[in-house]
């Protein structure tokens, strides 16, 4: 216990982190994820728009590493789908032809596509015959043809950066009204807590549907994007203003602050040097918790039409294609980007856990 209250407490801190094994499981999703997001491009073996007129709904293709003679084979392959009409049910059936199989090459040559918009490359991380015969969908392909792995890693390109940039506008618009509101008091307070009522008083999803909508429908993608962004973030900051003027309201009288005011420190740098960094912790917990809820709200406005919209790929636009029952039933594996969105809310709220357990390392202290 002793060589536990000499360490720092950024030590503590991650010592405690790490004993949340839920929370370091979370983490590891998370940056897998957000990898993934970032090199789309690469990871993807197809681009989001690319059609296969030979899978039109295609169920997912297994990966094999042994044929139909029960042979090994070191290379992963899958087999070609053959469409066929069920007698009974006169519905469209995808069945396995054994007799042509696609070897699956790593790091090969595909579709070109602009990394980032940086440079033109045309390497993929997996992908079948180079010539363009073969294909393989390993999530399945939606009613165009378009592989479903592929438009899903674009999807979380959108989709995650949505919630970050969402998350750092509300961070500085809370912690910039808030924290001025707390240290100034006075006219300030008053009006930033009216705004503050006022803002939370309004029913959240009905807004958001009514500003998503009027955005006109011939911005360009990009511009859509940063407009829903911007929605989404209008009336998160509000909660985070009152958790930091509340924290400020209670500090400025203290000691060091008073020390920081007669040494001349003008009131940005008290505020921003001196009073947040002692509750940084709490920012960053609140901050992880508020992501789940921009990828939500992004999810649901595209989901209904009137948030991101075609030719933009992000899990809200994907899941537009599930609308209806008959989908569901027959083509299941559309609802994956669904999956995809339940599995990252799920982590980052242990991951928010975790933080906050760790933003208080000495709670274990004080409880031996």
Known sequence: MSELRELSPGRLAWLRFRRHRLAMIAAGVLVVLYLLAMFCEFMSPYTPQQRNARAINAPPMDIRFFDAEGQFHLRPFVYDLELTINPDTWMREYEENTSIAYPIRFFARGEPYEFWGLFEADRHLFSVD???????HWFGTDSLGRDMYSRVLYGARVSLSIGVVGVGLTLFLGVLLGGFAGYLGGMFDSAVQRMTEVLQSIPTLPLWMALSAALPAAWSPITTYFGVTIILSLFGWTTLARQVRGRLLAMREEDFVIAARLIGANDTRVIFRHMLPSFTSHIITTATLAVPAMILGE????????????????WGVLLQQAQNYQVIVMTPWLLLPGAFIV??????NLLGDGLRDAADPYSSLREQ
């Open 130 to 136: 180079p010539d363009g015969s073969g294909y393989i």
């Open 299 to 314: 999810t649901a406005l595209s989901f209904l039409g009137i948030g991101l919209r075609a030719p933009v790929v992000s």
């Open 343 to 348: 599995i990252t809310v799920i982590a980052f």
